[in-house]
C-alpha cells in the first residue's frame, strides 16, 4: 500500500515570502506520479502541479516549484512570491497503476498582509 | 476547466431518507473516485472505479454504494442517511497513469448534512 505523509498540519508566511510545505511518500512501485493539489476555502480543488517518478528534473509552473527526492521518496513545495490567494489546504497526492489517488492529511496555509 | 459535475451542491435531509449524489464527466475518464471531506480536513476515499461495471471500495469504511453502468457516470447512494454521515462528498476522476496526461478532476462537492 502507498502512503503519504504531509508532517505540516498548519503553516503561515508573509506576503511576498517563500514557503515550502513538505510532503514524504512511501511506495515500492518504481512509476508512479506525484501532485500538489490546492483547495481554496469552500472552493473547488485544483490541480497546482504534477510530477512524473521517472522524470529527473523538477516540475515548475510558474511561481510553484518542486523538490523530488525520488531516492528519500520525498516530494516538496516551493510558494515564491507568496499571495494572498495562495491561502488554502494543500495537499500532496501519489497515484500509481492498480491503485487509486491516494493523499496525504493537508497543509493549511495562510498568507498574511 | 474541468468538466466533471456534481449535483446536488448542497442538500439537508431527514434521517432515514435515501440519497443518491450524482457525478458526471465528459472527459471520457476510466477512473472516478469519491472522496469523504469534513472541512478543512483531510480526504478519504471511499469508493473507486477503473471502468465501467468496476467499482471498490476505499479505505474509509462507508455505508454507500457506487455503480458504474456508464463511463462517464458515477453516482453514489446511501440507502438510509443518518447524522453520521454529515459531510462533503467529492467526485473526481482521471485518465489511467500510461497516459501522458493524468491529472485528476475533481468536481465542486455535494455538502450534505442530515438532520
Known amino acids: 500500500a502507498q502512503t503519504v505523509t504531509q508532517s505540516q498540519p498548519e503553516m503561515s508566511v508573509q506576503e511576498a515570502e517563500t514557503v515550502t510545505l513538505s510532503c514524504t511518500y512511501d511506495?515500492?512501485?518504481?512509476?508512479?506520479?506525484l501532485f500538489w493539489y490546492k483547495q481554496p476555502p469552500s472552493r473547488q480543488m485544483i490541480l497546482v502541479i504534477r510530477?512524473?517518478?521517472?522524470?529527473?528534473q523538477n516540475a515548475t509552473e510558474n511561481r510553484f516549484s518542486v523538490n523530488f527526492q525520488k531516492a528519500a521518496k520525498s516530494f516538496s513545495l516551493k510558494i515564491s512570491d507568496s499571495q494572498l490567494g495562495d491561502t488554502a489546504m494543500y495537499f500532496c497526492a501519489f497515484l500509481t497503476s492498480g491503485y487509486a489517488l491516494n493523499f496525504g492529511k493537508g497543509t493549511s496555509l495562510l498568507v498574511t498582509p | 476547466e474541468a468538466d466533471i459535475y456534481q449535483t446536488p451542491r448542497y442538500l439537508v435531509i431527514g434521517t432515514g431518507k435515501k440519497i443518491t449524489l450524482e457525478c458526471s464527466q465528459t472527459m471520457g475518464h476510466d477512473k472516478m473516485y469519491w472522496y469523504q471531506q469534513d472541512p478543512g480536513m483531510e480526504l478519504h476515499l471511499i469508493h473507486y472505479s477503473y471502468g465501467v461495471n468496476s467499482t471498490e471500495k476505499g479505505d474509509l469504511s462507508s455505508e454507500s454504494t457506487v455503480s458504474r453502468i456508464r463511463t462517464e457516470h458515477f453516482p453514489l447512494t446511501l440507502e438510509s442517511a443518518r447524522p453520521s454521515h454529515t459531510s462533503q462528498y467529492l467526485c473526481a476522476s482521471s485518465e489511467s497513469p500510461a497516459s501522458d496526461y493524468t491529472e485528476a478532476f475533481f468536481g465542486q462537492g455535494t455538502r450534505l448534512t442530515v438532520v
Open positions: 511506495t515500492s512501485e518504481n512509476n508512479y506520479y
Open positions: 510530477q512524473e517518478a521517472y522524470k529527473q
